[in-house]
């Protein structure tokens, strides 16, 4: 049993129950218009919001991540699925139920394995240039449903001219009940709190009611629909028939074809969802002085998924939108979102009918108002004022996926994460010391005001000596050789070193014989432990062995 249920007090209910809720009249919309993205019928959305549920409060660490389908990893599974099937059709539900159970299998794998730092492999920067890529690409392809319109393309340029060339077949209609719905929901989220709070509600449950404007739109839009026969008469396109009852539980395994084209895009929404829940989960979190444990994270997500491919649902991951309302409703526990899923189960059963008159525009219009939320141009103004190489990345990892499409441009942040890392460390800093006078501090001669040992060159190196820098350190050294033609020993501080490999070891043996050739001696100072271990058994540490210091200060007093 998880530990929050054996520990759970009666005074936590009424959070967890008042959370549960609000959570469920926000998850309805979301779900069918995730759905809609996705590529999906709407009732699989429906699904997708019941098991994972309680899977993931089961086993996951979370106190209050909201789990379900959310928009980026709805837009992936459509990218990976159009390519192999017509959407909506029976081999594309198939496939996306199919790879929610990849996903779900491969997170699991993960957890058993402790992959838990995977959660790393991403930076900020290019988690925040992928998402914000993601908003723009799904409000973009959101825009045929609020303009009436058939619109397709391989890529948003094309997308693009497509809308383009059927601007003049826009229904006048759909357009106004979808920019209604859109107006709305962005005035609910600016001004509907502050709006509320002056009638006299409390800032929280103000803060609450105005995240339930989505909801609000449905019924509004669904009722006008279906009072003024707006589909019939005047060709509004709406939800239709969404199947009443609880799904037929039932495991598809996917063939040896199934699975050789789909796991690459299910590795990638598995690598997404995790990082994008781990950094929701982690944030909530902190605020409460919790613990989130990533291994445990990985297992949760790994069973969500597949009790959704179970029910019949799409690959999940954990909401940052819903996760936020379930905070700051109450939410004390994971029964939170139990509640949540019972809800949905009696609404799945015996009221789906209510929603065969919703506008696809308002639909669009909910997906839009939550995904634009997402571009974060916050970070890339920060990241532009304080690191550019970071700035870069999310910039290029933006424009990638809008470009390119949500595979290549995560493979291409991926890549660039990489990239990014290699280069900072093939340059590292590297700073000449001297002694700052009557202490035992040494500092970088260019910033301080130190003395110097004639005929000692003290060079600290500020990072691991790897492959990539190997080349750049040898360069410096011998440029400070060539400048200081006294010098006649060599000192390497290593305080900041954590890691020798091959090819800077290598460096460093060629290095001592070419600077003994020229009557230079070369030490070591500082030298952490782990290394020591590592390189007293090689040649070079056996000629070194009486030539490293453990301080910078004993290397000048004995060299002075």
């Not at 699925?81 to 996903?103: F, N, R």
């Not at 995977?118 to 959101?142: D, E, R």
Request: proline residues 4%; contains cysteine.
């Amino acid at each position: 049993m998880p530990d929050w249920i054996l520990a759970y007090q009666k005074n936590l209910f009424s959070g967890d129950l008042t959370a549960g809720l609000i959570v469920t009249v926000m998850l309805i919309p979301q779900s069918l218009a995730y759905a809609m993205l996705a590529g999906l019928p709407p009732e699989m959305g429906l699904y997708a919001s019941l098991l994972p549920i309680i899977a993931y409060a089961l086993l996951g660490s979370s106190m209050t991540l909201a789990t379900g389908p959310v928009a980026v990893i709805s837009l992936m599974t459509a990218s990976a699925l159009a390519p192999l099937a017509q959407p909506g059709s029976a081999q594309y539900i198939e496939l996306a139920i199919q790879m929610a159970l990849i996903s779900g299998v491969m997170l699991l794998v993960f957890g058993v394995l402790r992959l838990g730092f995977l959660a790393h492999l991403l930076s900020h920067p290019v988690i925040s240039g992928f998402i914000s890529g993601s908003a723009i690409l799904i409000s973009i392809g959101q825009l045929k449903h609020m303009l009436g319109v058939q619109a397709s393309g391989n890529n948003i340029i094309a997308t693009l001219l497509d809308l383009a060339r059927h601007l003049p077949q826009t229904n006048l209609l759909t357009l106004l009940i979808g920019s209604s719905s859109l107006l709305f929901l962005w005035w609910s989220r600016r001004y509907l709190s502050a709006a509320l709070e002056k009638a006299g509600v409390s800032s929280r449950l103000a803060g609450m009611l105005s995240k339930l404007a989505p909801m609000l739109s449905v019924i509004c839009f669904t009722v006008i629909v279906y009072v003024f026969k707006l589909d019939t008469q005047y060709g509004v396109s709406i939800a239709g028939h969404v199947p009443q009852g609880l799904p037929i539980l039932s495991l598809n395994l996917p063939g040896l074809n199934a699975i050789g084209a789909l796991w690459l895009p299910a590795l990638l929404i598995s690598l997404v969802g995790f990082v994008e829940s781990v950094s929701v989960a982690q944030s909530l979190a902190l605020k409460r002085k919790e613990r989130i444990k990533p291994n445990r994270e990985l297992i949760g997500l790994g069973a969500a998924n597949i009790a959704s491919a179970i029910s019949g649902g799409y690959p999940v991951t954990g909401g940052f939108a819903r996760s936020v309302v379930n905070f700051s409703a109450g939410a004390n526990t994971p029964l939170a979102g139990i509640i949540s899923a019972l809800l949905m189960a009696v609404v799945i059963a015996f009221f789906t009918e209510l929603f065969y008159y919703l506008p696809q525009a308002v639909l669009a219009a909910t997906i839009i108002s939550a995904v634009t939320a997402l571009v974060d141009w916050h970070s890339l103004k920060a990241a532009w004022q304080y690191d550019r190489a970071d700035a870069f990345s999310l910039l290029t990892t933006m424009l990638g996926v809008i470009l390119l499409g949500v595979e290549a441009g995560i493979l291409f942040g991926i890549a660039l994460s990489l990239a990014v890392l290699v280069w900072r460390s093939s340059r590292p800093h590297m700073a000449v010391l001297g002694r700052v006078p009557n202490t035992e501090h040494y500092r970088n001669i260019e910033r301080h005001d130190v003395q110097t040992v004639p005929g000692l060159v003290a060079l600290r190196i500020d990072e691991s000596l790897f492959f990539a820098n190997a080349a750049a350190v040898e360069q410096k050294i011998m440029a400070l050789i060539n400048t200081n033609p006294d010098a006649k020993n060599m000192l390497l501080v290593c305080s900041a070193v954590n890691q020798i490999d091959a090819t800077a070891l290598e460096m460093l043996d060629q290095l001592e014989k070419s600077l003994a050739a020229r009557d230079i001696q070369l030490y070591f100072a500082e030298i952490k432990g782990p290394i020591m271990d590592r390189l007293k058994n090689t040649p070079l540490g056996k000629r070194m062995k009486n030539k490293i210091f453990l301080s910078v200060h004993e290397a000048f007093l004995q060299l002075n």
